[in-house]
Structure formats: C-alpha cells, structure tokens
C-alpha cells in the first residue's frame, strides 16, 4: 500500500491556467507538508498543516493555496501558472513528536 | 549565508570506498539533523537522524554531529553501486514544528 501518494504525477499546462495537486497519507500522521523542487534539486518548504491547521506558510506567491480538508489529504492550487512554477512538488507527512517525514513520489509540473 | 551547505560534489568513489559526504548549517540552536538519499526521478527517503553529538551507526552508513563546529557529515562504509544517488542533509532548528532546512545536496556515484 503506498503511504504517500499525490495525483497527478505529472502535469503539463500552459501559462495563465490554474491547476491543482492532491495529496494523501494513509500513515495516521498528523502533519502534511508541501515543498517545491528545482531543476538545481533543491528542496524547499512551502506550506505545512498540523490538524488542518496552517502551521508554516513561506513566502510564496498567494497563488499557491493550500488545503486540508482533513488529516489525512492536502492539496494544492496553483492560480495563473507561470513558466517559474516548473518544478517536481513534493507532498510529505510527519507524526507530531516523530521528526521522520515521509515524502509522496512527486507532481512533476511542466509550465508551457 | 545559506541555512545549509553541502560540499558541492560530484562524488565518485570505486566500489568498497568508504564515501564521505559533509555539511555544515549557520543556526548554533539547530537541535536535528537528518540525512536524506534521492534516486533520480525519485522522491527523499531517510536514511539517518541523529540529535546528539558524536557518531551514530546504522549498518554500513554512520553520522556524525558536531555542534560546536555546527557540522554533520555521513560515512558510507563499502560503497555499492547502488548507493549512487544524491544526498540532502537536512536540519530542524527546533523553532516551529516540522520545519526541515534542506541543502542542495551531494551527488554520488559509486563506480564498479
């Protein structure tokens, strides 16, 4: 059974359009994260919700919105791609109390 | 100054080496570290943690923490090929929860 999984697992749009990424854990974990990976794989946080409470929100284009309409699942919307948004993003999840987080195996977005 | 800094790579080591990957991060109250190893095209998955000072072993891969130096490296003792991968140390400052600072990562390659 797979414990992180994200929908789709590649997505190619064009510019302008608004598209979504889903994300759910079947770990009994508490804790979801959303990070964005470059093209220099660099792995950077985004957002992280704790009982689908926003817990950290980076600075990122109020494009990007989340949500968690459980423990369980945490999407993202993304408004008006640009060609920057290109990236692989990473859904992860973590018990609170338990550091380990558990990574989903990527949304790779391809931005035309 | 970066958060975290990883010795840029790429790595190569012949197979049985002993691979030696380093990382240094700038926040003294850092209180975790972790090491994470990425296949390409794959998602981070965690290899170690460790939160004391010293070395901690886990089979052929052992971290070692030194806080003072505010320096986290990973030995891989009788590098495989299949060890060939990037690497990502990650620390958590401890200030809110979940909030992992990652590097940009080594590559390495183990050569048969």
């Known amino acids: 059974d797979t414990a992180v999984s994200q929908t789709p697992k590649y997505l190619v749009t064009q510019m302008g359009n608004d598209k979504s990424i889903k994300c759910e854990q079947n770990l009994g974990h508490d804790t979801m994260y959303w990070y964005k990976q470059d093209s220099k794989k660099f792995l950077k946080i985004m957002f992280s919700?704790?009982?689908?409470?926003?817990?950290i929100n980076e600075t990122v284009p109020n494009r990007f919105s989340p949500k968690s309409p459980d423990k369980a699942h945490l999407n993202l919307h993304i408004n008006s791609l640009e060609l920057g948004d290109s990236a692989v993003y990473f859904c992860a999840s973590s018990l609170t109390g338990e550091e380990t987080q558990y990574f989903g195996p990527g949304t790779r977005l391809l931005v035309l | 100054q970066k958060e975290v800094e990883q010795n840029s790579g790429p790595l190569s080591v012949p197979e049985g080496a002993i691979a030696s990957l380093n990382c240094t991060y700038s926040?003294?109250?850092?209180?975790?570290f972790f090491w994470y190893r990425q296949y390409s095209g794959k998602s981070p998955e965690l290899i170690m943690f460790?939160?004391?000072?010293g070395d901690k072993e886990d089979g052929r891969f052992t971290a070692q923490l030194n806080k003072a130096s505010q320096y986290v490296s990973l030995l891989i003792r009788d590098s495989q090929p299949s060890d060939s991968a990037t690497y990502l140390c990650?620390?958590?400052?401890?200030?809110?929860?979940?909030?992992?600072?990652f590097g940009r990562g080594t590559q390495l390659t183990v050569w048969p």
């Open positions: 990650a620390v958590n400052r401890g200030s809110t929860l979940g909030r992992l600072y």
């Open positions: 919700y704790n009982n689908k409470e926003l817990i």
């Open positions: 926040d003294r109250g850092s209180q975790s």
């Open positions: 460790i939160y004391s000072n």
